[in-house]
């Protein structure tokens, strides 16, 4: 079965910084990849997907991620964040007609 | 517009009760789920079907119910079997059961059960 390895569950940054949130999945075939944000009390929010075209894929909020098949990786970055990006950010992987999510990591914002 | 809409928001339930959480879309999907979310656990899936009136069990199903008569509802029931039920509960669509498509979640419900 797939799985999916969000590197740290919380992750804080100044505002203005860079984001880097990272994903790591175990699949030998490139998978499709997507990163989901969610808000507290909130459902999921598609963020971005790749589905094997252009491996830079650019996302909502000023979201983008990097499909890199030599480290079976997904990282999620922002050049600068900014308040309103903190939240609960999902990385998922669809294999086989099943999606499998991350653990989450929860981005904070500071001023 | 469309989407996916959930309710209640929350709900409080005494241990023994069954309880039923709704789930509705009006953007003609054809597969619909039920996600059960813990913190620092993610999202597990608990059922999911890919056309009415049929539906397969997930990786939680123990102590949950579902049913799928119409394609734009997929209501989840919550037993009194299942030992542990206060949790967040996400329901998804999507226009296939296929690996491209991403899904798309409601709101919510919050179940507190005592």
């Known amino acids: 079965a797939q799985s999916v390895t969000q590197l740290g569950s919380h992750v804080s940054v100044s505002e203005g910084a860079l984001v880097l949130l990272r994903c790591n999945y175990s699949?030998?075939?490139?998978?499709?990849l997507f990163w989901y944000v969610q808000y507290p009390n909130q459902g999921l929010q598609l963020l971005l997907k790749y589905t094997s075209a252009a491996t830079l894929v650019k996302g909502i909020n000023g979201f983008e991620a990097e499909f890199k098949k030599s480290e079976t990786s997904f990282h999620l970055t922002k050049p600068s964040a900014h308040m309103s990006d903190a939240a609960e950010y999902f990385c998922a992987v669809s294999e086989s007609n099943q999606f499998y999510f991350g653990t989450g990591t929860s981005l904070t914002v500071i001023p | 517009d469309g989407g996916i809409t959930q309710s209640p928001k929350y709900l409080f339930r005494k241990e023994g009760q069954n309880v039923t959480l709704s789930c509705e879309q009006n953007l003609n999907h054809d597969a619909m789920y039920w996600y059960r979310q813990d913190p620092g656990q993610g999202l597990r899936l608990i059922y999911y079907?890919?056309?009415?009136?049929?539906?397969q069990k997930g990786d939680i199903a123990e102590g949950y119910s579902v049913s799928r008569e119409k394609k734009e509802s997929f209501p989840l029931t919550v037993t009194s079997a299942q030992k542990n039920p206060t949790a967040f509960y996400l329901c998804a669509s999507s226009v296939q059961d296929t690996a491209t498509y991403e899904q798309y979640f409601g709101p919510g419900t919050r179940l507190t059960v005592t």
């Open positions: 079907s890919q056309i009415v009136n049929d539906f």
């Open positions: 699949s030998s075939v490139p998978p499709y």
